[in-house]
C-alpha cells in the first residue's frame, strides 16, 4: 500500500463517523481528491475554514457543526503527519501490526477506536 492509498482510508475512515457510513464516505474520493484533503501537507497547512468549504465542495454533507469539527480533526491529522510517521504508518499496515497502528493513530485528537477500526478494514487488517 502506498502513502495515497493510506490517506484515502484513512481520510474516508475519519469522515465515516456521527451515523456517516462509511460507504457514503467511500463514495467521496474523487471530491476528496479534487479538494487536496487527502493531502497530508495541505492538510497541515489550510485554515479551519478552507477545509471546512473544502469539505462542503467534497459532497459531505453534515451539518455545519459536524464539518466543523472534522475540518479540525482533519487539520491534527495533517499536524501528526510527517514524513517519517506516514513511513511507520504504511509498514504498520503492509506488516499489518495492529498495535503500531494505534500507537501512530489513537494520540491523534479527533481518532478514536471507530475511526482506527474503520481504517484497519479498509487496508485488510482485523482489529
Not at 6 to 22: F, I, K, P
Not at 32 to 51: I, N, P, Q
Not at 54 to 75: F, M, T
Request: charged letters at 30%.
Amino acid at each position: 500500500m502506498n502513502q495515497d492509498e493510506m490517506m484515502e482510508n484513512l481520510v474516508c475512515s475519519l469522515l465515516a463517523v456521527n451515523n456517516y457510513s462509511l460507504e457514503k464516505a467511500w463514495g467521496l474520493r474523487q471530491g476528496l481528491r479534487e479538494e487536496l484533503l487527502l493531502d497530508v501537507g495541505f492538510l497541515k497547512e489550510a485554515s479551519h475554514d478552507t477545509l471546512f468549504e473544502r469539505l462542503k465542495k467534497a459532497g459531505y454533507d453534515k451539518s455545519d457543526y459536524v464539518v466543523g469539527l472534522v475540518a479540525d480533526r482533519l487539520h491534527n491529522l495533517g499536524n501528526a503527519l510527517d514524513e517519517k510517521t506516514l513511513r511507520a504508518l504504511v509498514e504498520s499496515v503492509e506488516k499489518r501490526d495492529e498495535g503500531k497502528m494505534e500507537e501512530i493513530l489513537l494520540p491523534v485528537k479527533g481518532i478514536g477506536p471507530v475511526v482506527l477500526r474503520n481504517f484497519a478494514g479498509l487496508c485488510g487488517v482485523v482489529v
